[in-house]
């Protein structure tokens, strides 16, 4: 079923009758020719991408819970490409891009709007450091733009500029990024891919791959064996607990990412704003609640919950950089799992079992990259090579001494 | 979080720098071992839903480093030891 | 004797006290402090030597003794900060090392600190704005190392009910101060 | 000014009259009233407006759990959104706003959105606003945001102040009711160190509300009683106005604690708010129960609220919405509101009790099986519709209408570990789960425990449990009421617009068009309808959104799924967490030891990490920041120049394995470095890659002073630790920082050593001979103050580095600078050292930026093969070892004016710019007064091999692309003369 603005006047008149389900509920099939595990963004990108670019007719997402119900249900809805390397820059770029399309794509709002990100800079150091990102940006197609302390007064009136403990000396901003409604992500994807014949078998969990002379032929699950032509595991803070059952130990830790959200306000931010001299980023969404964040709390929890130290540490943030937020209320707090990688990028790749695929590692960056972490995995998944934006994320980069390390900090996982 | 440092009693683990798992104690041997084991130390972790032995710096506090064993499901602390082992005061 | 003018860790040339309600803060500049951790295998021997500097029992993990000349507090596994009168005790490291000899490692320490001493009534009700200390069982001789407004801190219970000695890191000072006295202005 | 809406008795001190405004009009209220209390009193129903409909609406309760009565408190830089006119304290003077309306609450011409509801369903937003595809950002999300959000922020900084502290206690109870008082009493006559914390200002919880009697006095006065007796005792802290906000891993919970939001401003230095960070070794949660609407169409007037509530309002504060109420309800419960009102005067124009045996009553008509199917009234109610149970209808007037369809337990906190309540089938509701945070217990209506005297009873028996204690209990206070027995009632049959998350309009239709789109899941129908998303986080909506789905799924409840609570219980205010670090005090600020003197002379400080220091030292006449650093540079290379360079990390290293442990954390060798020597180390990550360089200088044979750079010293200290510790924990080898305790200055130039002659006293020998480069020793200076003194330079001059102790390192700057005025000693800052540094190629955080190896940084060969060091082997790995691999470099403009840009991107000469053929980068920059031209260091491909080549530096980014010369990264004195002088 189409969504047009014909169709919502039609059953808004109607009585709503006509809305069917946003995507069937299947029983699995004993074969597909690709089973991605992991109904999250990831996950169901993946298989729309299958469906739409790589024309694959038998794919079946095989979801745990309910999609939708991991870090793509739960995080602060940034999209950027603002990236410093080679090995990501083209691929979070090629990702921006991907949204800036995803609505007509999808047939569903998802409310991706471009309203800017900015990184402030507060010492010599960082601008350097910024200058070189930027252009990094430029040079690979991207889009940034180094402001003055003038102009920033001029954008932002109502950060701490007089009263600051490390002042603002500049930003970075990129117009291009700004924010997606993120629940929609979810939904969209299901809901596209549904429509090309994809399987999406919620409530079903994997309990093992079935494995023989080094060949994955499947799955077994919750609901029994599930043959695979080929299997993707995208399941993000999971990663780790999945690829043990085929006798993998990961470069990646699962570590505790707190969010909040505010009270719902009358618009006040323009766009993203990252502080540059504390943990603390935010945006404001439609409904208006500041949605807001910071560090990890540090340590391997697969709790989905943190503890006080951080979300006090991002408040502080907050108020240092935005001293007006100090009456406005957090109404929610959550905790997702992170799959912190050792050089804080991720992994899509084949492992070393054949047919077996692997994506993860995203720390706290999946979100942004859904649509080409989806689109690199389905090219990988189809093709059995790597998508040409994705190449560099490959397993024996740390035995080859080959890192992604954007923010040089080496094989520690919760400083990434 | 509450570790139960094993001198001073329980503290707020806010005075505490993570390091991350305890293997990192179990450096290969340079002169036997190879590139492999390397790799594994360097950058490979069993990351478990569950039991977890890891290390704490109790920056704030005494300057120990503790191995700690904490549930990584439910945060809970089962036990907590001085990565250097006290020596004997006779 | 050298002709260079200490100041204080405050910037001052005297000592800066502050009272709100009943609790004053004073600034303490003349202590001196060295750190003694005991060698490797030296423990016990160091543990003695110090028992014999002090003139009282090795103070255990969370504790702080007074002895004649010295005071000592449990600092780290087998390692001690000791403290001094200053205008006695200025080379407190050379005088301590050779005390210790071989059976320790002794760091002058008297700079990296600022002492100040919190004292009053109410000295609680400053105390639970500013550090995690149950303070219910902080008794006379007990005490911490903890965090005051991101700084790391020595805690000393001096009298059980009425003062506490604080020594934070000297480069820090104005903002410890800072912060001590917020909280006085806050509690009382 | 009336209060036409004031009943006789209450909580109230009437002495006290409080004036006050609403949307700009005057009214009064007393001491003890809330916000909405005093507004109700003054025949004030309408308080807000909601969501996405605009729809008028009043308080739906009397407490925290309220989504209607929000509005703007205070004004100027307090005014604060989305404040609960249930729970504000009425103070003289208070001003408050109505919000999300526009121009009127009384006349919102948003509300024409709920003309359009029927295109405004759950999700619509994600079916459309597509096209075209341009106009979502431009026309459509502008509309949404701006419809959206409900207060407003004032858009300046909070001038208010707020504080944060730690209590320790063996039980914290939280709640103030019958449970939670008669738990404090129980434990606190045992000595136990209690905390009994209350949201409320006033504790006591329902008792307050009810005209039930306890031990044969008023419950209320009970409570006072007991208040009074805990007050009493030592042991015991009481915390009223406290919301325990969330409880966290190991027994810590937040409260916040309301200091001065009573009162018209906080005392000068006293916080607004407190938050305390309670660790309790126990914890009893008695948060009592809400109350639960049922849905019916248009049940969300003003005027419709919960029949306790209305209750509350009339037994605590006297108010009454109108003097004409109904009751509808399923349960006793809401018989009780109907007789207290009537015992209050209030005329009861009927209860109408879904129940076909419901009780009668003798002062008021009970309508038996009967359910209300509508409600009339613009801006308030004034009539009910009733289907009665004989088929008839029946329409009645009422300004009020009180709805009771049960009680759900307060279980958030102990959900919040993710554990999950169970469903009480007896009570249809929800009660708290298997796992509970640990060390936490449930008393109580929190329990499920829906009687005075059962709350009492469990709330004593918690407490023992709590702490353990044996032996009999002592007697419980006698209290006479039967626990509410409630029968599941969610909505009246074929409601539609029937309100369940009043706040964000969400309505039993939405939650069936959930229902028939897929959305089923509990997490889904929140995400997709918003239920239960608002700012009272769903206290009254869930349950029967839930219900609803339940039914519809054809499932039990507990299988459509439970509702999962997460921190805070309220919303809290950001200042609140935040507490004193903002503004200057957001992190401590160090200070040099010269920084007093710098102050004096007038110097620009920069931010280096949580240091300040001087960045140049302007003199009068000089208008540009270069002038001051190209003069700075220029005098200390022709003569000498002080810089405070205390800010590095010093390091002590002692014990007799001291040399061993620094081989195993510096690549290079130290074991064979001699007594009264200093070494340049660079440090590795485990990784290869470096970490931090600096120098390590040998005082003793088992002595070392390392020193790490100013932004990696409490890493290094903490890598060290980690080496120390872990890996060789039978070392002879002990740490300790001791930054601070040393003022330390670099004194460079080739006049240094003449003016440090002067200063150092005469028995120690500094001569080239005596002190050669890189020589370290203890000394005494200016008459037998103990120093240190080290022969290293970061400028590439004759140099030295002098250490005094802190206190003295004021009067030794001073000294410096009288003693050198033969010389025109010149202080310099941060800037002339960048610049010196650069000029001599010495590597600094730029470089060291955590992505270079030593190859890179071109001291590959530093890496000793001879030993094993942290990163040797892993800096073998072919990845970092490529043919062509980036090397440092330096650069240099073709043309002598053109600019050099630190982070600027190295091109070859001609071909393409992009991303696929960057040469590399450029890491550092500055004006070289000594060469008279910008120059550079930077990384390039195959650096060693490209000297003399032409690149194009490109910086699009500063629009920036010129030519320059790849050169040595010695720019000054590349054979090292001068240090060696």
Request: with cysteine; hydrophobic share 40%.
């Amino acid at each position: 079923m189409r969504y047009s603005g014909f169709k919502v006047i039609k059953e808004a008149l109607t009585g709503h009758k006509g809305w069917k389900p946003a995507w069937r509920d299947p029983e699995p099939q004993a074969h597909y020719d690709i089973v991605i595990i992991g109904g999250g963004g990831h996950g169901l990108a993946t298989a729309h991408y299958l469906a739409s670019v790589y024309g694959q007719q038998r794919v079946a997402v095989i979801e745990k819970g309910w999609i939708g119900g991991g870090n793509v249900g739960r995080n602060t809805t940034i999209i950027r490409s603002n990236y410093l390397l080679d090995g990501n820059e083209p691929f979070y770029e090629f990702s921006l891009k991907l949204w800036e399309g995803l609505e007509q794509d999808l047939n569903y709002n998802a409310m991706v709007s471009q309203r800017g990100i900015m990184n402030l800079i507060h010492s010599d150091a960082q601008r350097d450091a910024f200058i070189r990102r930027g252009n990094a940006m430029i040079l690979n197609g991207a889009d940034a733009e180094l402001l003055s302390e003038a102009q920033i007064r001029q954008e932002y009136p109502f950060l701490n500029f007089d009263d600051a403990r490390f002042p603002i000396k500049g930003g970075l901003a990129q117009r291009r990024g700004g924010t997606v409604r993120h629940d929609a992500v979810a939904w969209g994807y299901a809901r596209a891919a549904d429509s090309r014949g994809v399987d999406i078998i919620q409530n079903c969990e994997v309990t093992g791959f079935r494995i023989e002379n080094g060949k994955c032929l499947g799955v077994e699950t919750s609901k029994g064996f599930i043959g695979a032509g080929r299997v993707g595991c995208a399941v993000a803070g999971n990663s780790n607990r999945l690829m043990a059952k085929a006798g993998m130990r990961l470069p990646i830790e699962s570590h505790v990412l707190q969010a909040f959200v505010s009270e719902g306000l009358k618009p006040v931010l323009p766009g993203v704003i990252t502080f540059g001299a504390g943990h603390f980023y935010v945006s404001q969404s439609d409904k208006g609640g500041l949605v807001f964040g910071g560090d990890i709390d540090g340590y391997n929890s697969y709790a989905q919950r943190g503890n006080l130290p951080v979300v006090e540490d991002v408040c502080e943030g907050g108020m240092a950089i935005m001293p007006m937020i100090g009456r406005a209320r957090l109404l929610r707090m959550w905790g997702g799992i992170m799959d912190m990688s050792m050089d804080g990028s991720p992994i899509i790749d084949r492992t070393h079992i054949a047919g077996l695929y692997f994506n993860g590692g995203w720390c706290y960056g999946g979100f942004k990259a859904t649509p080409a972490s989806g689109y690199a995995f389905a090219h990988l998944l189809a093709r059995d090579e790597p998508h040409e934006t994705a190449t560099a994320y490959r397993f024996d980069r740390f035995r080859t001494g080959h890192m992604i390390d954007e923010k040089g900090m080496g094989n520690q996982p919760n400083l990434h | 979080m509450i570790i139960n440092h094993p001198l001073l009693g329980p503290r707020d683990s806010a005075e505490f720098v993570y390091l991350g798992a305890a293997e990192l104690m179990n450096r290969p041997d340079p002169e036997t071992a190879s590139a492999e084991d390397w790799h594994g130390y360097a950058y490979l972790r069993d990351n478990p839903a569950g039991v977890h032995r890891e290390l704490w710096f109790h920056e704030g506090g005494d300057r120990s480093i503790l191995i700690v064993t904490r549930d990584t499901t439910t945060h809970e602390i089962s036990a907590v030891e001085l990565a250097r082992k006290p020596r004997a005061q006779t | 004797m050298h002709d260079l003018t200490p100041i204080t860790a405050l910037g001052g040339t005297t000592p800066r006290v502050d009272t709100v309600g009943d609790v004053t803060l004073t600034e303490v500049p003349n202590v001196a402090l060295a750190s003694v951790a005991a060698r490797l295998g030296q423990e016990s021997a160091c543990a003695k030597k110090l028992k014999s500097l002090l003139g009282a029992t090795v103070p255990e993990p969370g504790r702080a003794a007074i002895g004649r000349d010295y005071a000592a507090l449990w600092a780290g596994p087998d390692q001690w900060m000791l403290s001094a009168d200053f205008d006695t005790h200025e080379d407190i490291a050379v005088h301590v090392k050779s005390h210790f000899s071989n059976t320790a490692s002794v760091t002058e320490q008297t700079d990296a600190w600022t002492c100040f001493d919190l004292m009053g009534p109410r000295v609680n009700a400053v105390l639970e704005l500013l550090c995690n200390i149950d303070l219910t069982g902080f008794d006379t001789g007990h005490a911490t190392r903890t965090g005051i407004h991101h700084l790391g801190c020595f805690v000393i219970r001096t009298d059980a009910r009425q003062s506490v000695r604080i020594i934070g890191p000297r480069a820090s000072a104005g903002s410890l101060h800072h912060a001590i006295t917020t909280a006085m202005v806050a509690a009382l | 000014m009336t209060q036409k809406n004031r009943l006789a008795g209450g909580q109230l001190d009437r002495d006290t009259t409080l004036s006050f405004t609403f949307d700009g009009k005057n009214y009064s209220g007393h001491l003890g009233d809330t916000l909405a209390s005093a507004l109700l009193a003054n025949n004030v129903r309408l308080m807000g407006r909601s969501f996405k409909y605009h729809r008028p609406r009043g308080p739906l309760t009397a407490g925290s759990e309220e989504p209607n009565a929000i509005v703007e408190l205070r004004s100027g830089a307090r005014q604060e959104p989305n404040t609960r006119a249930t729970t504000a304290e009425l103070f003289d003077g208070l001003s408050a706003k109505s919000q999300n309306r526009w121009p009127s609450l009384a006349f919102d011409a948003m509300a024409i959105n709920d003309r359009f509801s029927n295109f405004l369903t759950a999700g619509f937003y994600y079916k459309t606003f597509m096209w075209p595809a341009a106009f979502w950002e431009k026309l459509y999300e502008p509309i949404i945001r701006k419809a959206a959000g409900l207060g407003s922020l004032s858009m300046q900084a909070d001038p208010d102040e707020y504080d944060k502290g730690f209590r320790h206690c063996d039980l914290l109870i939280i709640g103030a009711g019958p449970a939670g008082l008669n738990a404090a009493l129980t434990a606190g006559r045992t000595g136990a160190h209690v905390i009994l914390a209350d949201e409320d200002f006033r504790m006591g919880g329902r008792l307050n509300a009810e005209t039930l009697a306890i031990s044969d006095m008023a419950g209320a006065d009970w409570a006072a009683q007991t208040v009074a007796e805990l007050a009493s005792l030592p042991n015991v802290r009481l915390m009223a106005r406290t919301t325990v906000i969330g409880a966290f891993d190991h027994g810590i919970y937040g409260a916040v604690e309301r200091i001065s939001d009573h009162l018209a401003k906080a005392p000068r230095g006293k916080p607004r708010q407190i938050l305390w960070r309670i660790y309790a070794k126990q914890t009893l949660l008695c948060a009592g129960a809400t109350e639960r609407p049922i849905a019916f169409d248009n049940n969300d007037r003003p005027g419709i609220m919960l029949a306790a509530s209305l209750r509350a309002y009339a037994n605590r504060w006297a108010a009454t919405p109108a003097q004409r109420v109904a009751i509808f309800t399923n349960n006793d419960d809401g018989h009780r509101t109907a007789q207290d009102l009537h015992a209050k005067g209030v005329k009861i124009a009927g209860v109408i009790d879904t129940r076909p045996d419901a009780p009668r009553a003798l002062d008021y008509e009970v309508l038996q099986g009967a359910h209300v199917t509508d409600t009339k009234g613009r801006l308030g109610l004034t009539f009910v519709e009733v289907a009665c149970a004989d088929g008839s209808t029946r329409t009645i007037e009422c300004g009020a209408l009180g709805v009771s369809g049960g009680w759900n337990p307060n279980v958030h906190l102990t959900c919040h570990q993710r554990g999950r309540p169970t469903w009480d089938d007896d009570l249809a509701a929800f009660v708290p789960g298997g796992t509970l945070p640990p060390g936490m217990v449930v008393a109580g209506a929190a329990q499920g425990i829906f009687s005075t005297h059962g709350a009492l009873k469990s709330g004593a028996d918690a407490a023992r449990k709590a702490l353990g204690l044996k032996g009999r209990a002592p007697a419980v206070p006698d209290a006479k009421d039967s626990p509410v027995i409630q029968t599941p009632f969610w909505y009246v049959e074929g409601c539609s617009r029937a309100w369940l998350d009043q706040q964000n309009d969400v309505t039993v239709k939405d939650v069936k068009l959930s229902h028939q789109e897929g959305f089923r899941s509990v997490e889904h129908l929140k995400r997709y309808t918003t239920l239960g998303m608002a700012t009272d986080q769903g206290k009254t909506s869930n349950m029967g959104g839930l219900a609803i789905m339940a039914e519809l799924a054809g499932k039990p409840i507990p299988e459509v799924g439970t509702t999962i609570f997460r921190p805070p219980y309220t919303p809290t205010a950001i200042g609140t967490l935040a507490g004193r670090m903002r503004g200057k005090e957001f992190h401590p600020t160090r200070l040099t030891p010269s920084h007093y003197w710098a102050e004096e002379r007038g110097a620009v400080f920069v931010e280096v990490g949580n240091w300040l220091r001087a960045q140049w030292f302007p003199l009068p006449g000089e208008t540009h920041w270069r002038q001051s650093v190209d003069r700075e540079v220029t005098a200390t290379r022709a003569s000498v120049g002080v810089c405070d360079c205390t800010t590095l990390g010093k390091i002590d290293v002692q014990g007799t394995d001291a040399a061993t442990f620094l081989n195993k954390v510096y690549c290079n060798g130290f074991a064979k470095l001699a007594v009264g020597k200093t070494r340049y180390g660079l440090m590795l990550r485990e990784d290869g890659v470096a970490m931090d360089d600096g120098t390590a200088a040998r005082l003793a044979e088992d002595q070392f002073v390392v020193t790490t750079t100013t932004a990696n010293a409490a890493k290094v200290y903490q890598h060290m630790e980690f080496v120390r510790q872990c890996l060789m924990p039978d070392a002879d080898v002990q740490l300790i920082s001791t930054t601070e305790a040393w003022a330390q200055y670099a004194v460079a130039g080739p006049n240094s050593r003449r003016l440090l002659q002067r200063i150092v006293d005469p028995d120690h020998d500094i001569s080239n001979e005596g002190f050669p480069f890189m020589a370290c020793g203890n000394i005494t200076v200016c008459g037998g103050l103990r120093a240190r003194l080290f022969r290293i330079s970061f400028s590439g001059e004759l140099a030295f580095e002098i250490a005094v102790p802190a206190r003295y390192g004021d009067a030794l700057m001073r000294k410096l600078m009288a003693e050198g005025e033969e010389y025109d000693v010149t202080p310099y800052g941060t800037e002339a050292l960048g610049v010196m540094r650069i000029e001599k190629g010495h590597a600094a955080g730029n470089e060291l930026n955590g992505t270079t190896t030593a190859l890179n940084l071109g001291m590959g060969r530093m890496v000793s093969k001879a030993k094993d060091s942290i990163g040797s082997k892993l800096s073998e790995r072919p990845g970092l070892n490529e043919a062509k691999a980036l090397m440092q470099i330096g650069l240099r403009p073709v043309r002598a004016d053109d600019k050099v840009t630190a982070g600027g991107h190295l091109m070859n000469a001609t071909g393409p710019v992009d991303a696929a053929h960057d040469q590399g980068y450029v890491t550092s920059a500055a004006f070289s007064p000594t060469l008279g031209c910008m120059i550079g260091l930077g990384f390039l491909k195959d650096g060693g091999n490209r000297t003399g080549e032409t690149l194009r530096l490109v910086s699009p980014v500063t629009d920036l692309t010129v030519e320059v010369e790849v050169v040595s990264a010695h720019f000054v004195d590349p054979e090292g003369e001068r240090v060696r002088a």
